[in-house]
Every structure is written in C-alpha cells, then in structure tokens.
C-alpha cells in the first residue's frame, strides 16, 4: 500500500533562513506525490506535484520540492522562510488502486520566528 | 470563480444522533472527495464520488455514508454518532487527480 511518512512533528525556522520540511514515500508503482499547506482554521491548499520529469519541482509561494528516487524522499523546500508560511505542512501520494485517492501524511508544524 | 463551499462550517450534536454535511464543489468539478481530520490520526480519506458514483471508499464503519447529486454538489451523513467522531470533516472537489480544492470544513463537536 502507498504511504508517505512525514518524521518531524515540528520544524523551527528563523525569518529569512532556508527551510526544508521532509517526506518520504513508500509506492508499489511510479510515485505520484503532493504537498498541501493547511493555514490555521481553514482547508488545505495546493502547494505542488510531482509526476514525471525534473527532480526539482516549483510550486506556489516560492516553495519547489525535491524528488530523490533513490531515498525514497520527496522534500519542501524554501531558500529564504517568511513569517507568514507558518502553517501545518502535508507530504500525500496516490494510491495506487485509484488515481483519485489521495493518501496525506500526518502532517508537519513550520513555525517561522521574527 | 467560487471556491468549495461546506455546509455548515460548525455543529454540535449528541451522541446518537445524526448529522448532514454539505459540500459544494468548484463549477466544473466532478470529482468530490471526503476527509476526516482530527488531532490523533490526522487526514483519513473517507470516500470519493464522481458522476454521482462512489469511486472509492476508506476504512470507516458503514455509519459514514455519502453521495453525490447531478450538479456534483455532495453530500456525507453519519449516522449514531460517537464521541470519537468529532472531527474536521473536509471536502475536496478535483478536475485533475491529486489537485484537490479544499473547502474551509465543516467542525463536529459530538457531547
């Protein structure tokens, strides 16, 4: 079954300095992976995907992910952190059963400090 | 263009009773999936519709049901509910597989 394993609760940045958030991944086929943001009392939103083709993969709010087939590992990143990308961070995958099945890791706390 | 619009966006309710959630996807959308949020077990995927058909279902008991009308807008109702059922319930609504569109969630307080 595909899962996606998300080791750090919380991550602690300071304004300004690079921040990597870290997933990993375990797929039966080709890996089909996500990141999703989700902002205090609200839904999440999309940040990126990858599919197929270059291993680094841009998204929104400057934030690109790093696809690493080798380790197994598909992490956000960002070269200069904002206070206001402070959020609850999701790594998801697909299913490989149905494409339209979304399977979302358990999450990751980035706090960015003034 | 209009976002996912979840109805309603807070309730409380007894145990036992039942509840009704609303969703109401992006024009154009025909794919609605379901979440459950809630601090222990984080995003569990309840069940996903498209075309008024029920594509894909979790591992939850059969007091968690859906269905999806011909406007896609959709609909999930849990029957006999349990303390532990309160939660975030999100709804997502998708043209393009794994780009889901959130709606802000629908939170169930169970007393």
């Known amino acids: 079954a595909q899962s996606v394993a998300q080791p750090e609760d919380q991550v602690n940045v300071a304004e300004g300095n690079p921040l990597t958030v870290k997933c990993t991944y375990s797929?039966?086929?080709?890996?089909?992976l996500f990141w999703y943001v989700q902002y205090p009392n609200r839904g999440l939103q999309f940040l990126l995907k990858?599919?197929?083709?270059?291993?680094l993969v841009k998204g929104s709010y400057g934030f690109e992910a790093e696809f690493n087939k080798s380790q197994t590992s598909f992490h956000l990143k960002k070269p200069s952190a904002l206070v206001s990308d402070s959020a609850l961070y999701f790594c998801a995958v697909r299913d490989d059963s149905s494409a339209s099945k979304i399977i979302f890791g358990s999450g990751t706390r980035l706090s960015i400090r003034p | 263009k209009a976002g996912v619009t979840q109805t309603p966006r807070y309730l409380i309710k007894t145990r036992g009773q039942q509840v009704t959630l609303s969703c109401s996807p992006i024009?154009?959308?025909?794919?609605v999936s379901w979440y459950q949020q809630t601090p222990g077990q984080g995003l569990q995927f309840l069940f996903e519709y498209f075309s008024e058909t029920q594509r894909n279902k979790g591992n939850f008991p059969g007091r968690f049901s859906g269905r999806q009308f011909s406007n896609s807008r959709s609909e999930m109702n849990v029957s006999t509910l349990e303390l532990g059922d309160s939660a975030l319930y999100l709804c997502?609504?998708?043209?393009?597989?794994?780009?889901?569109?959130f709606g802000e969630g629908s939170r169930l307080t169970v007393l």
């Open positions: 797929v039966s086929g080709n890996p089909y």
């Open positions: 997502a609504s998708s043209r393009v597989p794994g780009e889901l569109f």
């Open positions: 024009s154009g959308h025909r794919s």
């Open positions: 990858y599919i197929t083709g270059d291993n």
